[in-house]
């Protein structure tokens, strides 16, 4: 079993900052893709960014230029630096990672969430 324990989020004043951390524990041979998500309050939960494991990203449209995604693969862990928060970025902030267990089979797991709340 492969535990993503996120940690990083809370309330912050509109243009601030906040940096989420994901630790991937478990029999992890490689993640080759770790990401962020978010879900609003009824809203789906959407791509916010990913990255590989040679260290691609991608973004979404309405975060470019004000998040970075980041990974320490030795360490498998990742973050998302958030700046220029907006109160349209308020979500629950979810990690995700796929990839191979030393068992050879894949996984794909998901953090429990933390909260990010953008407001004066």
């Known amino acids: 079993q492969v535990q993503l324990v996120e940690s990083g989020g809370g309330l912050v004043q509109p243009g601030g900052s906040l940096r989420l951390s994901c630790a991937a524990n478990g029999s992890i041979s490689s993640i080759n893709t770790m990401g962020w998500y978010r879900q609003a309050p009824g809203k789906q939960r959407e791509l916010v960014a990913v990255?590989?494991?040679?260290?691609?990203?991608n973004y979404a449209g309405s975060v470019k230029g004000r998040f970075t995604i980041s990974r320490d693969n030795a360490k498998n862990t990742g973050s998302l630096q958030m700046s220029s928060l907006k109160p349209e970025d308020t979500a629950v902030y979810y990690c995700?990672?796929?990839?191979?267990?030393?068992?050879?089979?894949?996984?794909?797991?998901w953090g429990q969430g933390t909260q990010v709340t953008v407001s004066s």
């Open positions: 990255i590989t494991f040679g260290g691609s990203t």
């Open positions: 995700n990672a796929f990839g191979r267990k030393i068992s050879g089979s894949y996984f794909n797991s």
